[in-house]
């Protein structure tokens, strides 16, 4: 009797011991599972952000004309040497300018 008692007190701690070490697996198991998530949570704004990016520069463009003396802006101080180098444009020839590089980016 005392023999039986003795071995099945060992049987429940070996139990015992095999139950807390599936715990420990089970919970280092959840622990990698939820990085893994949380990864692919991040990898997925990430991607989110890149193709937010994309799509801004795609419908925003910059364009740029250069003059041929390679100027694009004229700094203004008031003196009249600032306008020297510069070329002045009708704002309806800056309109058609505009208009037609709209035409050509949308065909």
Not at 48 to 73: D, H, R, S, W
């Amino acid at each position: 009797m005392r023999r039986n008692k003795i071995e099945t007190e060992f049987r429940v701690k070996a139990i015992g011991m095999q139950i807390a070490e599936i715990d420990f697996i089970l919970s280092s198991h959840n622990k990698e599972f939820h990085y893994q998530k949380n990864l692919c949570e991040e990898i997925e704004k990430s991607i989110f952000a890149q193709n937010e990016k994309i799509l801004e520069i795609m419908q925003n463009p910059y364009t740029q004309i250069v003059l041929p003396c390679g100027q694009n802006e004229v700094v203004m101080s008031g003196k009249l040497e600032d306008c020297k180098n510069a070329i002045f444009l009708n704002i309806l020839d800056v309109d058609d300018i505009n208009y037609i590089i709209k035409a050509h980016l949308d065909s």
